[in-house]
């Protein structure tokens, strides 16, 4: 696993997180397309982009013609001070921009 840490004007750190799995073990432990497809489909967005359902594919047989699949995360780690502080509308706009 790649761990990096970039600073953003001391008001958090990102770490991002890489991780190749195989792809049989990953669908088996993490993916429930029928319960992501409900939740998703709460969703504003739903139908909107290539990336959500409703799929004009099958999703778990594009999958099959692949072994692996590569895991990219990122966290953010806001700074004490930071978190705990109250924030009007403007900050709260300044700091979505960062």
């Given at each position: 696993?790649?761990?990096?840490?970039?600073?953003c004007?001391?008001?958090?750190?990102?770490?991002?997180?890489?991780?190749?799995l195989?792809l049989?073990?990953?669908?088996?432990?993490y993916?429930?397309?029928?319960?992501m497809?409900?939740?998703?489909?709460?969703?504003?967005?739903?139908?909107?982009?290539?990336?959500?359902?409703?799929?004009?594919?099958?999703?778990?047989?594009?999958?099959?013609?692949?072994?692996k699949?590569?895991?990219?995360?990122?966290?953010l780690d806001?700074?004490?001070?930071?978190?705990?502080?109250?924030?009007?509308?403007?900050?709260?706009?300044?700091?979505?921009?960062?």
């Amino acid at each position: 696993m790649v761990e990096q840490y970039v600073s953003c004007k001391d008001v958090y750190k990102t770490r991002k997180f890489i991780k190749t799995l195989n792809l049989d073990e990953f669908i088996e432990k993490y993916v429930e397309i029928s319960k992501m497809e409900r939740y998703c489909s709460l969703c504003k967005n739903y139908g909107k982009s290539w990336e959500c359902p409703p799929h004009t594919i099958n999703v778990e047989d594009y999958w099959k013609h692949f072994n692996k699949i590569k895991i990219i995360a990122v966290k953010l780690d806001y700074d004490d001070n930071f978190r705990n502080k109250s924030y009007n509308h403007e900050e709260l706009n300044y700091i979505m921009a960062l």
